[in-house]
């Protein structure tokens, strides 16, 4: 699993660092801080999964690119859904 944020598309609505906050932390009111693999050594459990896709999923400026493991592209500015 691979992150990559826009953060010149980022607004800082920070709907991300509710839903996934293992990954996502908003410091201050407009910064996004984020771990970019947030899974280095394998695969994401379940749980971690389905919070960053659904953070993904989340986000109202679609800034959020996922790559996982196998290959497949979550929603965001390269990614199809």
Avoid at 49 to 71: H, K, M, Q, S
């Amino acid at each position: 699993m691979r992150l990559v944020v826009d953060l010149n598309r980022c607004q800082g609505y920070a709907q991300c660092a509710f839903l996934a906050p293992e990954v996502f932390a908003m410091h201050g009111d407009e910064a996004l801080l984020y771990d970019p693999n947030p899974v280095a050594d394998g695969e994401a459990d379940g749980e971690l999964r389905g919070n960053v896709t659904r953070a993904v999923a989340a986000c109202p400026v679609r800034a959020i690119l996922l790559e996982l493991a196998d290959g497949h592209a979550g929603d965001g500015p390269g990614g199809a859904s």
